[in-house]
Nanobody, 125 residues
C-alpha cells in the first residue's frame, strides 16, 4: 500500500527556515517522481518543487527558486524540501505526491497519483 507521510511543518518568522520531510512506504523512490505542492486558504493548489529520482531531474516554481531546495535520501525512502528565506506568502498546507517517472518533473497535479495528508507551514511574526 502506497503511503506518503509529511512532517516538519510549523510556525516560523519571516526570513526563517524549515525542512519538510516526505517519507514513503509501499514503494521505493528510485522509479518515481516526488513533488511538493502547497495550498493556501482561498487559493489554488500550486506545484512547488519536484524531483525525479531516476536521474535527479528537478523542478521549482518561480515563486520559490533560489530559496527552496529539494533532495532525497533513497536509503531512508525520504524526500526533503529545505525552505529558506521564508515569506508570509509561503504560508500554506504543504503536501507531497508520487508520480510516474515517465514524465519529467512538473507542477501539474494531474501527473501525480498518490498524495499525503499535508503539513501546515505558517510564516508570521
Amino acid at each position: 500500500q502506497v503511503q506518503l507521510v509529511e512532517s516538519g511543518g510549523g510556525l516560523v518568522q519571516p526570513g526563517g527556515s524549515l525542512r519538510l520531510s516526505c517519507t514513503a512506504s509501499g514503494f521505493t523512490l528510485d522509479s518515481y517522481n516526488i513533488a511538493w505542492f502547497r495550498q493556501a486558504p482561498g487559493k489554488e493548489r500550486e506545484g512547488v518543487s519536484c524531483i525525479r529520482n531516476s536521474d535527479g531531474n528537478t523542478y521549482y516554481a518561480d515563486s520559490v527558486k533560489g530559496r527552496f531546495t529539494i533532495s532525497r535520501d533513497n536509503a531512508k525512502n525520504t524526500v526533503y524540501l529545505q525552505m529558506n528565506s521564508l515569506k508570509p506568502e509561503d504560508t500554506a498546507v504543504y503536501t507531497c505526491a508520487q508520480g510516474k517517472s515517465v514524465y519529467i518533473c512538473s507542477g501539474l497535479s494531474r501527473r501525480y497519483d498518490y498524495w499525503g495528508q499535508g503539513t501546515q507551514v505558517t510564516v508570521s511574526s
